[in-house]
């Protein structure tokens, strides 16, 4: 488990390095890089989003203790959805327009993330998209970490089909729409 928590903070790290290096012209002269984070703490979705929200502010938590990200303390700037998908929209607007974020974290759902996607294109940022998504999108402004289809069911049906997942010849595949 350290091990998976460790190829996440490096991650963590290099997408805010890289938000950071982006935007660091216009971020020179403040001290702290702020990171949004667009997760839901109300709503039906929180019970999900929330772990998400706590696992960032402890990776930006740990990453200031190691001297923040070039020579900079990262801010957390947490905003709450809702779990109302045209909430994420204005939310998204509101953190990089008002708050001017140098990067953000969040969404689950894909319709939340697809609602964002002409904020962060107009706006020019960054989002990073955490979960496993339907695959067949690709967005300049998305660094999309989650796994698509490819990487779980096409597995999954691989070893249902071997001798060792029991040469299973039928299967029904339910639920992978996400939106």
Not at 52 to 65: P, S, T, Y
Not at 89 to 113: M, N, P, Q, Y
Not at 143 to 162: C, E, H, K, R, W
Request: with cysteine.
């Amino acid at each position: 488990m350290r091990g998976n928590f460790s190829t996440i903070t490096k991650m963590f790290s290099a997408g805010v390095l890289a938000a950071g290096l982006l935007t660091a012209p216009a971020k020179a002269a403040d001290d702290t890089i702020k990171v949004g984070i667009l997760h839901s703490l109300s709503g039906t979705m929180a019970i999900s989003e929330t772990t998400l929200k706590d696992v960032m502010l402890m990776l930006i938590e740990e990453q200031n203790a190691k001297g923040g990200l070039l020579g900079k303390k990262l801010e957390a700037v947490v905003v709450d959805p809702a779990s109302n998908w045209p909430l994420f929209a204005e939310k998204a607007r509101e953190l990089i327009s008002k708050d001017k974020v140098a990067a953000v974290f969040g969404c689950w759902t894909s319709v939340s993330r697809k609602s964002v996607l002409p904020v962060f294109s107009e706006l020019d940022n960054i989002l990073f998209y955490p979960v496993q998504y339907e695959g067949e999108e690709s967005e300049r402004n998305v660094f999309y970490t989650g796994a698509a289809p490819n990487q779980q069911a096409i597995p999954a049906v691989d070893y249902l089909m071997s001798e060792d997942g029991g040469s299973v010849k039928r299967w029904v595949l339910e639920g992978t729409d996400y939106v």
